[in-house]
């Protein structure tokens, strides 16, 4: 069965700083993983994906994560927080069927 | 088009009645996902469908909840009997079948429960 475990429930940085939220997964199958963004009282916004290929991968904000499997990672990493990146960040794997189960969350605080 | 839509976006109810929640999913998108999400917490597989089949339900779906999807389209989510502990952020997410299975989700639709 797959799961998905986000060390740490909070992370706060000063704005420009490095960011970088934890994420591990365990799969049977190869995974294909997920980062997700969660602003106060609205759904979820798809920041990035692994399916194949190339393990870093890129997405929205500036935003990136590298699926290591050695390590069963998939950690997010953006080089420099701005004040819009406070939110919640969820990672995610995909099942067999179809669904995504995804981790307990890691809330980001930027301060000034 | 406009994405997955919920209605209602906020729900308070007391204890003991009905509610029922609806998903309008991205209209290309044969599969639909009834999530639950707590305070604090990640969200929670309740049910999926494909097209108008129910393919898999979770065991925290209990007996007091049912969905729909009756023509394939858009989904409902039925909560008989409410409990306080029902009280959560319900949210629908869609995909297509074939791709690499990313979930595009709707705002949610929040309850309360009295």
């Known amino acids: 069965a797959q799961s998905v475990t986000q060390l740490g429930s909070h992370v706060s940085v000063s704005e420009g700083a490095l960011v970088l939220l934890r994420c591990n997964y365990s799969s049977s199958v190869p995974p294909y993983l997920f980062w997700y963004v969660q602003y106060p009282n609205q759904g979820l916004q798809l920041l990035l994906k692994y399916t194949t290929g190339a393990t870093l991968v890129k997405g929205i904000n500036g935003f990136e994560a590298e699926f290591k499997k050695s390590e069963t990672s998939f950690h997010l990493t953006k080089p420099s927080a701005h004040m819009s990146d406070a939110a919640e960040y969820f990672c995610a794997v995909r099942t067999q069927g179809g669904k995504l189960i995804f981790g307990q969350g890691t809330e980001l605080s930027v301060k000034p | 088009d406009t994405g997955v839509s919920q209605d209602p976006r906020h729900k308070i109810t007391k204890r003991g009645q009905n509610v029922t929640f609806r998903c309008d999913p991205i209209?290309?998108?044969?599969?639909l996902y009834w999530y639950r999400q707590t305070l604090g917490q990640g969200p929670e597989f309740l049910t999926y469908f494909q097209n108008e089949a129910q393919l898999e339900k979770s065991r925290l779906l209990s007996d007091r909840f049912s969905a729909e999807r009756p023509k394939g389209s858009f989904s409902t989510l039925e909560i008989q009997r409410t409990e306080q502990g029902d009280s959560a952020m319900y949210l629908c997410?869609?995909?297509?079948?074939?791709?690499?299975?990313?979930?595009?989700f709707g705002e949610g639709s929040r309850l309360t429960v009295l």
């Open positions: 997410a869609s995909s297509s079948e074939v791709g690499t299975g990313e979930l595009f």
């Open positions: 209209s290309e998108h044969n599969r």
